[in-house]
């Protein structure tokens, strides 16, 4: 059974480091063609994908958040994060994290319950 | 960036009736590869988005046959055959063949 969870801060001051885990089970990261993205969803701009990590480490960032985003795993730990530099209002937004199965490119066929993330001063 | 447009924006129906939702992307989505990376998700109220079709027209594992998605290049549709109460909520199409992925803005899906 896959299962993801995403866990996080809850609560930031503007400018802050948005450091985010995503745990699963099921399955695993070091399977040849698996990926792990992380997607927001806010009021003002719906759904918007952030990140993607493969199972041999390769990377891709949304280009509009690109220098403030980093994606990392633990493979061993079944763990994925993602880091956000310099938070803003505009960046409070649930979170998921989502599997990329290896059979079917770019589809998240498995999502986490989401982590709420408010930033206020 | 793909912008996908969603029509309607809402969609009102009753138990029974069959309904279509469009998705329009502002280029391509077929890929070199030759596949379409183009998926439809739905979100229930207060659940995470789930996987309803993925490449256009491929029904994900565990969902109802009622469900059925078609299309090619620009335009996709997505049907349901007969709605069921379970069926409500917001309906996503996303397409993943050009980065960054991008989303539609959804369709609502509620009782008439």
């Known amino acids: 059974q896959v299962t993801l969870k995403e866990s996080g801060p809850g609560i930031l001051q503007p400018s802050q480091t948005l450091s985010l885990t995503c745990s699963f089970s099921?399955?695993?990261?070091?399977?040849?063609?698996?990926?792990v993205g992380w997607i927001r969803q806010s009021s003002g701009k719906g759904l918007e994908w952030l990140a993607n990590?493969?199972?041999?480490?390769?990377?891709y960032y949304n280009p509009s958040l690109k220098n403030r985003l980093t994606i990392s795993k633990d493979t061993s730990n079944n763990q994925a994060f993602l880091k956000i530099t310099n938070m803003d209002t505009a960046d409070t937004a649930t979170y998921y994290c989502?599997?990329?199965?290896?059979?079917?490119?770019?589809?998240?066929?498995?999502w986490g319950q989401g982590v709420m993330v408010s930033v206020s001063s | 960036d793909v912008v996908l447009t969603q029509t309607p924006p809402t969609l009102s129906a009753t138990i029974g009736q069959s309904v279509s939702i469009s998705c329009r992307s502002s280029?391509?989505?077929?890929?070199?590869?030759?596949?379409?990376?183009l998926n439809w998700l739905l979100q229930r109220p207060g659940q995470s988005p789930q996987l309803l079709i993925y490449?256009?027209?491929n029904l994900e594992s565990g969902v109802p046959n009622r469900f059925s998605g078609s299309g090619s290049e620009t335009d996709f549709t997505l049907k349901i055959s007969g709605v069921e109460a379970e069926d409500l909520g917001v309906y996503y199409c996303?397409?993943?063949?050009?980065?960054?992925?991008?989303f539609g803005p959804g369709t609502k899906l509620e009782l008439k």
């Open positions: 989502a599997r990329s199965p290896p059979f079917n490119y770019g589809s998240f066929d498995y």
């Open positions: 099921g399955f695993s990261l070091s399977t040849y063609g698996m990926c």
């Open positions: 490449s256009v027209s």
């Open positions: 990590i493969w199972w041999n480490d390769d990377k």
């Open positions: 280029q391509s989505l077929l890929d070199s590869d030759g596949d379409t990376y």
């Open positions: 996303m397409q993943a063949t050009h980065a960054p992925y991008t």
